[in-house]
């Protein structure tokens, strides 16, 4: 049995409700697991997902608030807000209590 996909704001309503994510986009954020992940690590030319059309999805669970980015040379790497991958890339917090400057 299929699980739901998750919601998101309704479109139509101007965000005042919710709604289920479409198939693509629920296919797409279930694609991340660990690592980062760029649309070209993403698309599948056989299955008729361009890399135009992945581009358009991994922006769409961004703005969402599913994913976040890092550009790395000429690319943008996805990975899951709140996920491994996520947290090993944020800056440790010193221990302690901090100086304060003068």
């Known amino acids: 049995m299929k699980q ?3 919601s ?3 479109q139509s309503c101007k965000g005042t409700g919710l709604a289920e994510m479409a198939d693509s986009l629920a296919e ?3 694609r991340f697991k660990a690592k980062p992940l760029s649309a070209h ?3 599948d030319p056989d299955a008729g997902v361009t890399i135009n059309a992945m581009n358009n999805r991994l922006e769409k669970l961004r703005v969402a608030g599913f994913l976040s980015r890092n550009r ?3 690319h943008w790497f996805y ?3 709140g996920g491994a991958a996520q ?3 944020q800056p440790k ?3 302690g209590n901090p100086i304060p400057f003068l």
Do not use: E, H, S
């Open 4 to 6: 739901p996909n998750p």
């Open 8 to 10: 998101v704001k309704c």
């Open 28 to 30: 797409t954020l279930g």
């Open 41 to 43: 690590d993403l698309y």
């Open 72 to 74: 790395i040379g000429r």
């Open 79 to 81: 990975a899951k807000k």
């Open 87 to 89: 947290r090993k890339t």
């Open 93 to 95: 917090k010193a221990a």
